[in-house]
């Protein structure tokens, strides 16, 4: 078993967060993970799928509901398609902000409000 899965039950729900835990169903399984093993979530092929270091889960959900459960002081929607664990930023490149070993698009729409989080979180 994964170090990072906590628990698996065959229940099939929508995705909820609970102190620094988020349950969510993949592949028909149900599963907990520690928020701060989330790299980001993006939507790829019409599935979003939850990244951590070196794992890919696909969901059944879309992806405003999966942010819509998020804490919103850790997680920031960056595209369309994308969604950020702030603390798993490390710099952006122009339209890009990387996270791990991906480089994921920013929308105009998106980029000036997630430069200013980066700056006040640098500052302290």
Do not use: C, W
Not at 11 to 22: I, M, N
Not at 40 to 56: L, P, R, W
């Amino acid at each position: 078993m994964n170090k990072e899965i906590f628990s698996i039950h065959a229940v099939k729900d929508a995705p909820v967060t609970r102190s620094d835990t988020f349950f969510f169903t993949s592949a028909g399984r149900r599963l907990r993970i520690s928020l701060s093993r989330i790299t980001h979530i993006s939507v790829e092929m019409d599935t979003a799928f939850i990244y951590t270091k070196g794992n890919k889960y696909p969901t059944p959900y879309q992806l405003i509901d999966i942010y819509n459960s998020l804490p919103p002081h850790l997680f920031y929607r960056v595209h369309p398609l994308h969604v950020v664990a702030l603390g798993h930023v490390h710099g952006m490149d122009g339209k890009e902000v990387m996270v791990g070993n991906y480089r994921l698009f920013t929308t105009r729409f998106y980029r000036g409000a997630l430069i200013n989080i980066l700056e006040k979180r640098n500052k302290h």
